[in-house]
């Protein structure tokens, strides 16, 4: 399929199993909010069960303290639970 023919779903995978990408790295791509995004990607990883791909997930981290253990993997947080710290980085989405 050609890029015009192909969702922005499909895009964003193809997308995906080339170059890591955050959420808002994506929206600013594909021209989309960063939540419709992160949606987007969220059913790429459903998809992609019972397949020899995975869509592979460098978790939020604080930039301020180095905690990584957040609860939700896929959206970032509004601050660290740690340190409380608002200087956290978001997340990055990968195909392999």
């Given at each position: 399929?050609?890029?015009?023919e ?16 955050k ?16 949606t ?57």
């Amino acid at each position: 399929m050609q890029g015009a023919e192909r969702t922005t779903r499909q895009r964003i995978a193809e997308y995906l199993r080339h170059e890591p990408a955050k959420g808002g790295t994506l929206a600013n791509e594909f021209g989309v909010t960063t939540n419709t995004a992160l949606t987007h990607v969220e059913h790429i990883a459903a998809s992609l069960q019972g397949t020899d791909e995975e869509l592979l997930v460098a978790p939020p981290e604080c930039r301020d303290c180095g905690f990584t253990d957040f609860d939700d993997l896929v959206n970032r947080p509004s601050r660290c639970p740690e340190c409380k710290s608002e200087n956290v980085e978001e997340p990055s989405f990968t195909i392999d």
